[in-house]
């Protein structure tokens, strides 16, 4: 099983920044793909940004945000620059990983999220 813990979430005025971290540890062979995602409240959770060979984000985030990835320490972090009022949600690491080395497909993990507010 993988445990994913975010950490780094808070209250920053617009314009700011804040660095997420994600941790995944437990039993596995590898992680294939590690995601942010958010959920602000009354909407749908959102795809924020993507890594795996390469990084993806939202059209919202393009530009402001940055997902990066230490394998050694199988943490994931985004970094977040000029944050809007907008970014105000709970943001949530997702995991794709393969828990032995014979596995034929990954399976999806979930961290508890961690609250970022933005004020203006």
């Known amino acids: 099983q993988v445990q994913l813990v975010e950490s780094g979430g808070g209250l920053v005025q617009a314009g700011g920044s804040l660095r997420l971290s994600c941790a995944a540890s437990?039993?596995?062979?590898?992680?294939?793909?590690m995601r942010w995602y958010r959920q602000a409240p009354g909407k749908r959770r959102e795809l924020v940004a993507t890594?795996?060979?390469?990084?993806n984000y939202a059209d919202s985030v393009q530009g402001r945000f940055t997902i990066s990835r230490d394998n050694a320490k199988n943490t994931v972090y985004l970094q977040m620059s000029s944050l809007k009022p907008e970014d105000t949600a709970v943001y949530y690491c997702?995991?794709?990983?393969?828990?032995?080395?014979?596995?034929?497909?990954?399976?999806?993990?979930w961290g508890q999220g961690t609250q970022v507010t933005v004020s203006s």
């Open positions: 890594i795996t060979s390469g990084d």
């Open positions: 997702n995991a794709d990983a393969r828990l032995t080395s014979y596995s034929n497909y990954a399976l999806s993990y």
């Open positions: 437990g039993s596995f062979f590898s992680i294939d793909v």
